[in-house]
């Protein structure tokens, strides 16, 4: 098979992914502008390969109009990237006025573009083509042009991954923030290989034609990963593990308060210690603190009250080793009122019983 053709394959089925994967989007139930606003993105990415293998082919002759409009798109997805993110962790977020100011520099380069679109099919034709030999310039107004365009677009990719990396402190389980997360550090990557490629061109180290190609290759497998982890994790656009972060100074500060009940006053090792006596130490609602607890540190109270009980179980053992102390009187010193209780959370967290980690100990320190 020729190289082009394979090449031209590979791009039709990531433009192909990525349209089908909108659809399913928009075609679904939706709560909050998550979907829609992913979709929308997927949309612009799949008409940009589709605008640019046509472009590379023949196929373009008979569509022509369709050239150019990928460009302006592009000036949206910036924001996008930043909305869809704050549409995860905010179920109460909208697009109000005051956002379509982020669309300024879309709507700049709508006018600019009036020009190109008011040209007969075989002007756009001859323009593109130009284009796409055309090796920029270190000293060409385009060639700064498109290097702000890199600047615009990384401005709020940082934002956003600082958004979503304070969001993902304090809230661990979010399964759709923390895969946002990831595809946009993969998106971060693909970005850079493009800027890359972009500074160098004009050195003539490489082909026009070939930055092109590769820029289209790489964003083919972009496309393909997010299909690949869209498909196979298709249930986390259907949860809504979500938390209203607008006091998050006062949540972190509960945080440390929950973590300091546990390691500086030790109230672990007391044995009737509930969820809701660890709420009315703190003066919080219960909700709120079993809340923060399953989100910031990703398992249920009781599972933290053990986590620190059996911590203490290890502190003591290895503290005394020779001579050993009574495991049942460890287990009280720890919390726990009975020795089957002990011995469950012990062997749950340790994979070994009790008696078996303390001779162990005995072994390496006789």
């Given at each position: 098979m020729d190289a082009t053709v394979l090449f031209n394959i590979l791009v039709a089925f990531g433009t192909f992914q990525a349209l089908f994967m909108a659809l399913v989007l928009l075609g679904g139930q939706r709560k909050g502008l998550v979907k829609p606003l992913f979709a929308i993105l997927l949309l612009i990415e799949g008409i940009t390969l589709l605008e640019r293998l046509l472009a590379d082919t023949n196929w373009i002759e008979s569509v022509p109009h369709l050239l150019g409009i990928s460009y302006v798109l592009s000036f949206i997805k910036p924001p996008l990237i930043l909305w869809t993110a704050k549409a995860i962790i905010d179920q109460k977020f909208r697009l109000d006025r005051k956002r379509i100011y982020h669309l300024i520099p879309f709507f700049l380069m709508l006018l600019v573009q009036i020009p190109f679109?008011?040209?007969s099919a075989e002007e756009k034709l001859a323009f593109v083509r130009s284009f796409l030999e055309k090796v920029p310039s270190y000293t060409s107004f385009d060639f700064y042009l498109s290097l702000s365009f890199f600047a615009y677009i990384g401005i709020y990719l940082v934002l956003t991954l600082?958004?979503?990396s304070v969001y993902r402190q304090h809230i661990k389980n979010n399964s759709l923030a923390n895969w946002n997360y990831r595809i946009l550090l993969l998106y971060s990557?693909?970005?850079?290989?493009?800027?890359?490629?972009f500074l160098i061109l004009p050195s003539g180290w490489i082909e026009a034609p070939i930055f092109h190609q590769i820029s289209m290759l790489v964003m083919t497998f972009l496309i393909q990963s997010v299909a690949y982890s869209f498909f196979s994790q298709a249930e986390i656009f259907s949860q809504n593990v979500q938390a209203d972060l607008s006091q998050l100074q006062q949540r972190a500060k509960d945080e440390k308060r929950i973590t300091a009940l546990f390691e500086i006053d030790k109230v672990h090792l007391e044995d009737t210690l509930s969820l809701d006596q660890f709420a009315a130490i703190l003066q919080l609602p219960k909700k709120y603190v079993s809340d923060i607890i399953n989100q910031s540190m990703g398992c249920s109270f009781k599972e933290l009250l053990n986590d620190y009980r059996?911590?203490?179980?290890?502190?003591i053992m290895r503290e005394n080793i020779n001579p050993?102390?009574?495991?049942i009187d460890i287990a009280y010193d720890c919390g726990y009122t009975n020795k089957?209780?002990?011995y469950r959370s012990f062997k749950k967290k340790m994979g070994m019983a009790p008696s078996s980690y303390y001779q162990k100990l005995t072994t390496i320190h006789p």
């Open positions: 679109y008011l040209m600082r958004l979503l990557l693909v970005m850079g290989i493009n800027l890359v490629y059996i911590a203490e179980a290890l502190s050993k102390k009574n495991l089957v209780s002990f």
